[in-house]
């Protein structure tokens, strides 16, 4: 099937294809071959293609890598020789299991000081205690002057006082003698040792400082993290099922779902991306911390629903290019409302009018702006406001999003697409349809089209090179290529 170069009539007018679905509007009309369509001076065969029964599951797919949920760096706060070491890197310890043990000589000799301090000031309270009783009573018999009983009442705060500094100490040094002994604080792996038997390591009661040695994480649940494209963020969201797979089993699929999306964008290769984190059970402990893995989230999932390859679909803006390089008299906007209003039960317009409260934006609405060809479109752009400028972009960017780019692939909202067929006489016709889920490959067709019923692929490809051959028409005076 080739696009003729042959003069045709156009077929004015709207009908419906046999057998196609009552709840979506159709138009169908012809290719203009005295016009636009004898520009499309190619004999590349059209491709035929037919909507049919498949099972599709949309996803987002990257790559990122394996690792611990949370790492704790094992520290001593005590100094000297380490005496035993019974774990290895890679050794499942229980909470409380003995890590590292490190002389404890040094510490016992601090705290058996600090035992015989407490002690001795422990005698001396007792003596200033008695003292003071025994010059409180000659003072009130006046034996004693009132400066021998302030001397005794201060002898028994100093008394106290050396009291509570023997305690603490006492206090400390018994701390001291625990953390020579290292346990652990959780359960988990030894994913890193940095010490050996022998090996005098130096102590330090600073929090940010001390000797690192030895690193310990849960791995029975780890998360891989992975960077996805800022255009398919909108479609993932925390507790999407997600399938990964890792180069050291092939053939084993794990399964997890999406923790969360983290806020900061990240730019590399001007490519702007956000980390997305995976949560896996890891009970066979077959996931190491920095394996690549392969990860599938999940979207959407439909099984056994009529659907037609990517290639067959055409988004607005698409379908509007290619009935302006074909000359087909369609109104575009209007078949998308008008399927639009089919599906959800309203009865389809008459009129191509545009909605009285569709947005109207430098004197344009909306529908009027998708229908421009892209001189008129770019012209009609520099015209404006910074905000409305603004406006138009946000605007065409939640186009794009609905329409879920690349054939409709998106979370499954009905949305309307467009589809080319050629009837007995070879004119090309255009009809609106709705589509759902999708992938790569193939588009869910909520209405429109039916079982078997077949369509043509345009490549935009052609389009796109008639363009090419039209401008260069209007700007040359060559022989074999002016107009």
Request: proline share 4%.
């Amino acid at each position: 099937m080739s696009i003729e170069n042959s003069k045709r009539s156009i077929a004015n007018g709207a009908n419906r294809a046999p057998g196609v679905l009552g709840a979506v509007a159709v138009i169908v009309v012809a290719v203009a071959g005295c016009t636009r369509g004898e520009a499309i001076e190619t004999g590349a065969e059209l491709q035929t293609i037919t909507a049919s029964s498949q099972s599709i599951i949309s996803s987002v797919e990257a790559t990122g890598t394996v690792e611990p949920i949370r790492i704790i760096e094992v520290k001593s706060q005590a100094g000297g020789e380490i005496l035993e070491l019974p774990v290895e890197t890679g050794d499942r310890v229980q909470p409380g299991q003995l890590l590292v043990q490190i002389d404890p000589r040094d510490v016992r000799n601090a705290f058996d000081q600090a035992q015989a301090d407490l002690d001795v000031a422990v005698a001396r309270f007792d003596v200033g205690e008695r003292q003071l009783s025994r010059i409180e009573q000659l003072h009130e018999s006046d034996i004693v002057t009132e400066e021998e009983l302030e001397s005794a009442i201060l002898e028994h705060a100093n008394a106290k006082a050396a009291l509570v500094r023997a305690e603490v100490n006492l206090e400390l040094a018994a701390d001291r003698m625990e953390d020579v002994t290292l346990r652990a604080p959780i359960a988990g792996t030894i994913v890193e040792r940095a010490i050996e038997v022998g090996q005098v390591i130096t102590g330090t009661r600073d929090l940010t400082g001390g000797t690192a040695l030895m690193k310990m994480a849960d791995l029975q649940e780890v998360q891989v993290r992975m960077l996805v494209d800022e255009t398919d963020i909108g479609r993932l969201e925390p507790g999407l099922p997600a399938e990964i797979t890792v180069e050291a089993y092939r053939d084993r699929t794990f399964r997890g779902s999406v923790l969360k999306i983290e806020p900061q964008a990240v730019v590399e290769q001007n490519v702007t991306m956000f980390a997305v984190l995976t949560r896996i059970a890891n009970e066979e402990d077959l996931l190491r911390p920095g394996m690549n893995a392969d990860v599938e989230v999940v979207v959407g999932r439909q099984e056994d629903v009529l659907a037609l390859p990517n290639s067959g679909l055409k988004t607005q803006q698409e379908a509007v290019r290619i009935v302006e390089a074909l000359g087909i008299e369609a109104d575009v906007a209007q078949l998308a409302r008008d399927a639009q209003e089919a599906a959800s039960g309203a009865a389809p317009t008459e009129s191509a009018a545009p909605e009285e409260d569709e947005e109207m934006i430098n004197g344009r609405r909306l529908s009027e702006i998708q229908t421009m060809s892209q001189g008129e479109r770019m012209e009609w752009f520099q015209g404006l406001s910074g905000a409305e400028r603004g406006r138009v972009m946000q605007i065409f960017q939640q186009m794009r999003g609905g329409q879920g780019g690349e054939g409709g692939r998106g979370s499954g909202q009905p949305r309307p697409a467009f589809v080319f067929q050629q009837g007995a006489e070879g004119e090309l016709t255009i009809k609106a349809v709705m589509i759902g889920l999708g992938n790569f490959d193939y588009t869910q067709i909520i209405s429109g089209l039916v079982d078997g019923e077949t369509v043509v692929s345009i490549p935009m490809s052609m389009i796109q090179q008639q363009d090419f051959i039209n401008r260069i028409r209007s700007r040359t005076s060559l022989p074999g290529i002016g107009g």
